[in-house]
Nanobody, 116 residues
Framework: QVQLVESGGGLVQPGGSLRLSCAAS????????MGWYRQAPGKQRELVAR???????NYADSVKGRFTISRDNAKNTVYLQMNSLKPEDAAVYYC??????????WGQGTQVTVSS
């Protein structure tokens, strides 16, 4: 089992930046990809970005060029740098870890609010 703890959410004005962090503990050796989903009120959860153990990254079209996912293996932490934030980026952001057999572990979520 893997435990994921997110931090870094908050309130930011449109055009601003935030960095989310997701610290993993437990059976981290079994994780082969990590990433972020988000869910806004009344909308389905959507994949925002992911990064594999090999460093390959994928992004939702809506965040390409604005968000960057990275990882610090020494700290077992994945980051999501979010720049040029828009009101439509507001959501609860969830970190996840993917293990063999498509087993998913989730963090508790962190709220991102984009408003002036």
């Amino acid at each position: 089992q893997v435990q994921l703890v997110e931090s870094g959410g908050g309130l930011v004005q449109p055009g601003g930046s935030l960095r989310l962090s997701c610290a993993a503990s437990g059976s981290i050796f079994s994780i082969y990809a990590m990433g972020w989903y988000r869910q806004a009120p009344g909308k389905q959860r959507e994949l925002v970005a992911r990064i594999t153990n090999g460093g390959n990254t994928n992004y939702a079209d809506s965040v390409k060029g604005r968000f960057t996912i990275s990882r610090d293996n020494a700290k077992n932490t994945v980051y999501l740098q979010m720049n040029s934030l828009k009101p439509e980026d507001a959501a609860v952001y969830y970190c996840y870890g993917l293990r063999p057999g498509n087993a998913l572990d989730w963090g508790q979520g962190t709220q991102v609010t984009v408003s002036s």
